[in-house]
């Protein structure tokens, strides 16, 4: 760690010391009741994180706090009531038990918690009839598809009731079109319950639609985090703009990035759009016209102005921004 606090990096401490550098000052504050989305490529130290928030890996050094506790301070018994009560955790691998049937496998939290087989199957079937398997109840895993047993791996955790969901590339292993479909329930979910999810994922797509706060990592540290929107807007690292250079910024980024605020245009004789809908959306309703000027509204009160120019400028693929400043939700 002296030489890790010295300034050596990831390779010349694999090559000088035979150690391998995880990660490396990660200070990140996950609101309670949002998503988080940890993203970068292999090898980056995506699942090494999440990982430790359970202390499946336990760290070297630091801290990690849960409301305003420190994790590392746990012992046997408070370590083993935070994953059974407090933590739920989906799999990339759906890690299913193949001789317990669906329902068997919804109420396994339960289960381990000793509650009645009564309570355990009312609460495994509620969520399996909420995310779509309800009549699915007595197969196995086997017998279903992988987004099915992704399905199953999601109301396992929803069965829990923990506060905290942990989604290790959760849905990467699955075909476009599942995967999608997924995205949408999960979304679906978090309105409803509005838990408390660290998502970690390599596909900035998914990154940019599920994300309250987003995390880049390289090489085990954090390049840039913060409101997606803002990151594409202004990315602070030539990392981070090869990272978003291929994305789709129309159908990406959303009016309330690129309008000015109340009184600097008028838009009193425009017409409307909601402050949440996507610059493809407005392009659309445009007819390709940039010179026109857009009411933006949010549950029908007028909250801003979208220049066409604006949002055209936009589009292009952002430079460095110079001296970003750190993000304020960094600890």
Do not use: C
């Not at 008028?266 to 010179?291: M, N, R, Y």
């Not at 949010?298 to 949002?311: P, T």
């Amino acid at each position: 760690m002296e030489h890790v606090r010295a300034g050596m990096g990831k390779a010349e401490l694999l090559a000088e010391q035979g150690h391998v550098l995880g990660l490396q000052n990660v200070n990140v504050k996950m609101r309670a009741g949002e998503i988080t989305v940890i993203m970068g490529l292999s090898g980056s130290g995506k699942s090494t994180l999440i990982r430790h928030l359970n202390r499946l890996i336990e760290p070297t050094s630091g801290e990690i706090e849960i409301d305003g506790e420190d994790v590392l301070g746990y012992g046997p018994t408070q370590l083993r009531q935070l994953r059974r009560e407090k933590m739920s955790m989906v799999f990339q691998k759906f890690a299913l038990m193949p001789h317990r049937t669906v329902l068997e496998n919804a109420a396994t939290p339960l289960a381990v918690r000793g509650a009645p087989r009564p309570e355990q199957e009312a609460e495994a079937r509620k969520w399996l009839e909420r995310v779509g398997l309800a009549g699915h109840e007595n197969q196995h895993p086997h017998e279903l598809s992988g987004g099915m047993q992704q399905r199953v791996g999601l109301a396992r955790a929803l069965t829990s009731n923990a506060e905290i969901m942990l989604m290790d590339e959760a849905f990467s292993a699955l075909d476009p079109l599942i995967r999608t479909d997924m995205q949408d329930l999960l979304l679906d979910i978090q309105r409803e319950l509005g838990k408390t999810i660290v998502f970690i994922t390599h596909d900035l797509d998914e990154a940019l639609k599920l994300a309250d706060h987003l995390a880049i990592l390289k090489d085990g540290r954090i390049v840039q985090q913060g409101e997606p929107q803002r990151i594409l807007l202004k990315p602070n690292d030539p990392y981070v703009v090869n990272f978003i250079s291929d994305i789709n910024r129309a159908r990406v980024l959303r009016v309330r990035s690129v309008m000015r605020a109340p009184g600097e245009i008028d838009p009193t004789e425009a017409q409307p759009v909601d402050h949440d809908a996507t610059l493809e959306d407005v392009i659309a309703l445009s007819g390709g016209d940039t010179h026109r000027i857009y009411r933006v509204e949010r549950e029908g009160a007028e909250v801003g102005a979208l220049d066409m120019a604006d949002l055209v400028r936009a589009l292009v693929r952002s430079a460095p921004a110079e001296d970003e400043p750190e993000d304020a939700e960094a600890a």
